[in-house]
């Protein structure tokens, strides 16, 4: 499976971004999906995942309440983010799971097999 993330950008800290991953190869609805992203020097860490059946979402608690993610029939996951902070800054990376439960999510690196490219968000103080 192929993901490309996109969406990210330059925002003013307290703006909004959208990020969006596109899935192709295999039937979209099986995977479990993720975002995490890695800021300069500093390790990957999770961000948010949905479920295959859409139904169950869990967010680090540093992005709850002011990042939501969804997905859709067009095969994309996107990330809506708000209150952007300059903490947020980072690559943001997309992942995609496949083999699980269609009511789990996956909130470790080491249990995703597809990742995408990554796509960078800088927010600016």
């Known amino acids: 499976v192929q993901l490309q993330a996109s969406g990210g950008g330059l925002v003013q800290a307290g703006g909004s971004l959208r990020l969006s991953c596109a899935a192709s190869?295999?039937?979209?609805?099986?995977?479990?999906m993720g975002w995490f992203r890695q800021a300069p020097g500093k390790e990957r860490e999770f961000v948010a995942a949905?479920?295959?059946?859409?139904?169950?979402t869990l967010y680090a608690d540093s992005v709850k309440g002011r990042f939501t993610i969804s997905r859709n029939d067009e095969n994309t996951v996107d990330l809506q983010m708000k209150s952007l902070k300059p903490e947020d800054t980072a690559v943001y990376y997309c992942?995609?799971?496949?083999?699980?439960?269609?009511?789990?999510?996956?909130?470790?690196?080491?249990?995703?097999?597809?990742w995408g490219q990554g796509t960078l968000v800088t927010v600016s103080s």
């Open positions: 190869g295999r039937a979209f609805s099986w995977f479990s």
């Open positions: 949905i479920s295959s059946s859409g139904l169950n």
């Open positions: 992942a995609a799971a496949l083999g699980v439960h269609q009511s789990v999510v996956l909130h470790t690196s080491a249990q995703y097999s597809y």
